[in-house]
């Protein structure tokens, strides 16, 4: 399903190899997106000046692609892109 999303073609499997499967652990990580993803308004546009780049939970504002440690979302995000949570930066002296 992943493949055909994104029009990427998986190498092939020798025929005496096992398929992979999904573990355990992929599940439940599955099941936390899932919920992350009904929980979350992440956009991928700013929201007139409220951005990423200048939010509190952004660690590193000078890059296109940083974490994000909002509690919420942990997650890469991109500069330009928006949620619910964004918080002004504070002012540093």
């Known amino acids: 399903m992943i493949a055909r999303s994104m029009n990427t073609?998986?190498?092939d499997?020798?025929?005496d190899m096992p398929r992979p499967e999904p573990k355990e652990?992929?599940?439940k990580i599955s099941l936390?997106?899932?919920q992350l993803a009904d929980d979350a308004v992440l956009k991928g546009e700013p929201y007139g000046d409220e951005?990423?780049?200048?939010?509190?939970?952004y660690s590193e504002a000078d890059k296109k692609?940083?974490?994000?440690?909002h509690m919420k979302l942990r997650v890469l995000v991109g500069h330009d892109w928006w949620c619910q949570w964004w918080d002004k930066q504070e002012d540093t002296p």
Request: proline residues 8%; aromatic residues 16%.
């Open 32 to 34: 936390q997106l899932r």
């Open 9 to 11: 073609k998986l190498p």
């Open 65 to 69: 692609i940083s974490y994000c440690w």
């Open 13 to 15: 499997i020798p025929d």
């Open 25 to 27: 652990i992929d599940e």
């Open 51 to 57: 951005r990423c780049s200048n939010c509190y939970y």
